[in-house]
T-cell receptor, first 116, second 116 residues
Framework: AQKITQTQPGMFVQEKEAVTLDCTYD???????LFWYKQPSSGEMIFLIY??????QNATEGRYSLNFQKARKSANLVISASQLGDSAMYFC?????????????FGPGTSLSVIP | DGGITQSPKYLFRKEGQNVTLSCEQN?????MYWYRQDPGQGLRLIYY???????QKGDIAEGYSVSREKKESFPLTVTSAQKNPTAFYLC???????????????FGEGSWLTVV
């Protein structure tokens, strides 16, 4: 069963507008971390933002914020004031586990295109 | 600057040849990883290593081999046994922190491998 779901294969947003990229996850662990990465056409995976399962407040990093709804198991990425350089693939990821070595699971990604 | 360096960026392999992708990090991270990404898809884990001289298979280890003789280095060999090696390969690293949910993986710029 897929543990990370990103239902939007492609998204378009007007420059300077805000956009929300959806991510839902499936885990029975109480302890987990959620991550968002950006992958521009050059290929490098760039870490954007992190949310821990015990964090009560939503994470924010500059123009990025994470809308964390634990009961719904969703961790949506919000990008405010979109810029042309935000055009890229965006991946949601999760690491489960408290003490054991567990791998990070990635979703299939969402392609974001910012329109001038 | 601290970071993860992968080389070469582009590599062509003939059928039946082994090729080695280099990955070096100067972040003093304990854990290192290799991921494979196929066009339009997410990342799949090939191998990971937590300490020198130890590594574990990921989801798609068949046809690949790794070594971890130094903390900073984690080369990946794509052997002739890998039936469909054309893909984008990403090396990554992280600190090992507890609880595990706090670990953030950081990536190199990736290597494109094409079989000709």
């Amino acid at each position: 069963a897929q543990k990370i779901t990103q239902t939007q294969p492609g998204m378009f947003v007007q420059e300077k507008e805000a956009v929300t990229l959806d991510c839902t996850y499936d885990t029975s662990d109480q302890s987990y971390g959620l991550f968002w990465y950006k992958q521009p056409s050059s290929g490098e995976m760039i870490f954007l933002i992190y949310q821990g399962s015990y964090d009560e407040q939503n994470a924010t990093e500059g123009r990025y914020s994470l809308n964390f709804q634990k009961a719904r198991k969703s961790a949506n990425l919000v990008i405010s004031a979109s810029q042309l350089g935000d055009s890229a693939m965006y991946f949601c990821a999760m690491r489960e586990g408290e003490t054991s070595y567990d791998k990070v699971i990635f979703g299939p990604g969402t392609s974001l295109s910012v329109i001038p | 600057d601290g970071g993860i360096t992968q080389s070469p960026k582009y590599l062509f392999r003939k059928e039946g040849q082994n090729v080695t992708l280099s990955c070096e990090q100067n972040l003093n991270h304990d854990a290192m990883y290799w991921y494979r990404q196929d066009p339009g898809q997410g990342l799949r884990l090939i191998y990971y290593s937590q300490i020198v001289n130890d590594f574990q298979k990921g989801d798609i280890a068949e046809g690949y081999s790794v070594s971890r003789e130094k903390k900073e280095s984690f080369p990946l060999t794509v052997t002739s046994a890998q039936k469909n090696p054309t893909a984008f390969y990403l090396c990554a690293s992280s600190m090992i922190r507890f609880p595990r949910r706090l670990d953030t993986i950081y990536f190199g710029e990736g290597s494109w491998l094409t079989v000709v």
